[in-house]
Nanobody, 123 residues
Framework: QVQLVESGGGLVQAGGSLRLSCVASGRTFSGYGMGWFRQAPGKEREFVGTISWSGARTNYADSVKGRFTIARDNAKNTVYLQMNSLEPEDTAVYYC????????????????WGQGSQVTVSS
């Protein structure tokens, strides 16, 4: 089992920045690929980005590419989502997720989920 706890969400004005953190406990964190997903009210959960177990490879949705950055610190069992140049369209609940044996763009292929962190961007 892996437990994921997120923090760092909040309210920010358009153009601002936030950093989400996701701390893992349980099984060896470094063995898991990590993903970030988001879900806005009335919409389906969508892919934001992924990072490989080593941190060497990242992948981003086109909508956030160049604005969001994912990093991980395996010594701290933590993955981060740095969000810059935020837009009202980024408003959503953001989830981190862990997947054994790689990463995926598909949310239903992940094994463990955080509780979600609300990000609200005002115009």
């Amino acid at each position: 089992q892996v437990q994921l706890v997120e923090s760092g969400g909040g309210l920010v004005q358009a153009g601002g920045s936030l950093r989400l953190s996701c701390v893992a406990s349980g099984r060896t964190f470094s063995g898991y690929g990590m993903g970030w997903f988001r879900q806005a009210p009335g919409k389906e959960r969508e892919f934001v980005g992924t990072i490989s177990w080593s941190g060497a490879r990242t992948n981003y949705a086109d909508s956030v590419k160049g604005r969001f950055t994912i990093a991980r610190d395996n010594a701290k069992n933590t993955v981060y989502l740095q969000m810059n140049s935020l837009e009202p369209e980024d408003t959503a609940v953001y989830y981190c997720a862990a997947k054994a044996y790689g990463t995926s763009l598909q949310w239903d292929e992940y094994d463990y989920w955080g509780q979600g962190s609300q990000v609200t961007v005002s115009s």
